[in-house]
């Protein structure tokens, strides 16, 4: 018997039209509890309007909203109990750290003493005990971060909404951020949703990430469903890089590229239906051989050394394919001009042409 997950928060049929413009269309999400999710796609795609929907900030045009099954759509946002950063950060400059992270913990009543063993507590879990008498501007942008971290989580949030919180950092800032972030929201296992538009920084951090474009939801899945397993177009181009081939199909594990025959893996019935399809193959899933005929082939357009792989492009059939080969693997191929391409039937996912 599988045990019954309990959902840290649900939107049901979520719709936010602005002006007759639809920001959020139809967007139904099952977050478990203690999960960290991240809504990411390109700007304008309604991310933020989804997110201020769930923290109350913004009323549905229709839709509901649910925290562990129970309804809260008409719930007015101060008195959800939801932890948010967002990227102005909002701490109070004129407040030292500890006053700025007690803040919430004043509002509720909390008594002073145990206002004091929370913020020390939150302190050290941020990794800042030393900071608690310093005013926000005699911090770095790191440690703001963290602060402002820190005074979300001191009213023990039922969920922890960020929008955007790491992009005013550099970029090695941010990355050291993101894993500190993760590690502490594994620690307190609140559920968590996080809005960027950054793939890599989703990728690093997220449980599931909703890929959103246009106000809809276009997958939801683990950074490596996504990755490896994009369910359209959209998806394949804007997580990472991918090779999109227009084919035509065979069969059911075969398609034709001009009249070079590829295998792959069994179609999905709605697919073979049809007359062609494109195939989405990762630029490190193509293996470059030496010309062989019969195989697909082509002449190298463009190679750039990234140091520790070499981007290879070859050009298809009035498109390129990008190949990604290993500096060992490419010396041993760079005295030709034309190459070949290969990849496994497993490494190609067929999508609607
Ligand atoms: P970004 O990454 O640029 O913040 P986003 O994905 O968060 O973008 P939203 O801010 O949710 O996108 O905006 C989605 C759409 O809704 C955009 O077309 C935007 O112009 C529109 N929109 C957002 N807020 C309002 C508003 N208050 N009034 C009218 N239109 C709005």
Redesign the pocket.
Known sequence: MTASVTMGLETRSLY?I??G?R??EEVSLQVPQGEFWC?L????????????MIAGL?QPSSGRILIDSRDITAQPAHERNFGMVFQSLALFPHLNVEDNVAYALKLRGADRRIRQERVAELLELIRLPEVGKRRIDQLSGGQRQRVAIARALAQEPRLFLM??PLSALDAKLRDHMQVELKQLQRALKITTVF?T?DQREAMTIADRIVV?SD?RVQQVGTPTEIYRRPANRFVANFIGQSNLLDVEIVGREAVRFGDIVIPVTDLPAELAAKKRVTLCIRPEDVTLTGPVAGRLSGDISFVRDLGSTVEVRVALGGQEVIASASPSHWSSLQSYARLGLQFSPEAATALSH
């Open positions: 936010k602005f002006d413009h920001a959020v809504f796609g390109p700007s304008g795609c309604g991310k933020t309007t989804l997110l201020r913004e929008d955007e809005v538009h959103m106000g």
